[in-house]
């Protein structure tokens, strides 16, 4: 079947770095993506990955692994509005149609 | 500017009425989504559409209707039948062709059973 899965919450302190792990089990995989979503607010996309490698922007860079069926977003310098939940997706292809599958998200709480 | 629209930002119903909560958006999109969000859950897919006058269920669908008689626009119906309506309401559309695939989302509407 298909399935994502992320940590449910993660601390860390300001300034430090911080790394969230995605694993995942799809059938025709064809992208990962990664989304920051704060309190109340709906997800902004943060980064894409479709080939093995690291794919770095600024401060926020993403690894994938597809022999794995691994994915990590690494966040540098971390800063108190690094505060949110971090949402891990795959785009799948089921033969018929593309869907995009969610993981649950890991909250980042960010420390002084 | 481009983007995705949701309104209402926030919607109050009573039990028993239904009510549509509207998503229309102006990139071009192919596909559109609606998705549920319950207070620290993720996302579950409602119905979801690829192409005008098509559109499939998702994981959560029964007690929600949905129409896409035009591209640009994807509206929600939660009817009474929907046993547990409050929660966050999502709106999505994607390109289906490589590249630049992502999600844009709308800015939400929470709706609250009164």
């Known amino acids: 079947g298909q399935n994502i899965d992320q940590p449910t919450e993660m601390t860390a302190t300001e300034g430090a770095i911080v790394q969230i792990n995605c694993t995942y089990q799809?059938?025709?995989?064809?992208?990962l993506f990664w989304y920051q979503q704060h309190a109340g607010e709906a997800p902004t996309f943060l980064s894409y990955n479709v080939l093995d490698g690291l794919e770095e922007k600024g401060r926020f860079s993403s690894f994938l692994s597809r022999s794995k069926g691994y994915s990590y977003l690494l966040l540098k310098e971390l800063q108190m509005k690094d505060s949110a939940s971090y949402l891990c997706?795959?785009?799948?292809?089921?033969?018929?149609?593309?869907?995009?599958?969610w993981g649950a998200g890991t909250k980042l709480i960010i420390k002084p | 500017d481009g983007g995705i629209t949701q309104s209402p930002k926030y919607l109050f119903r009573k039990e028993g009425q239904n009510v549509t909560l509207s998503c229309e958006q102006n990139?071009?999109?192919?596909?559109m989504y609606w998705y549920r969000q319950d207070p620290g859950q993720g996302l579950r897919l409602i119905y979801y559409s690829q192409i005008v006058n098509d559109f499939q269920k998702g994981d959560i669908a029964e007690g929600y209707s949905v129409s896409r008689e035009k591209k640009e626009s994807f509206p929600l119906t939660v009817t009474s039948a929907q046993k547990n309506p409050t929660a966050f309401y999502l709106c999505?559309?994607?390109?289906?062709?490589?590249?630049?695939?992502?999600?844009?989302f709308g800015q939400g509407t929470r709706l609250t059973v009164v």
């Open positions: 999505a559309s994607t390109r289906l062709v490589p590249p630049n695939t992502e999600a844009f």
């Open positions: 997706a795959v785009r799948d292809w089921d033969g018929s149609n593309y869907q995009l599958i």
């Open positions: 990139l071009n999109h192919d596909a």
């Open positions: 799809t059938s025709g995989f064809n992208g």
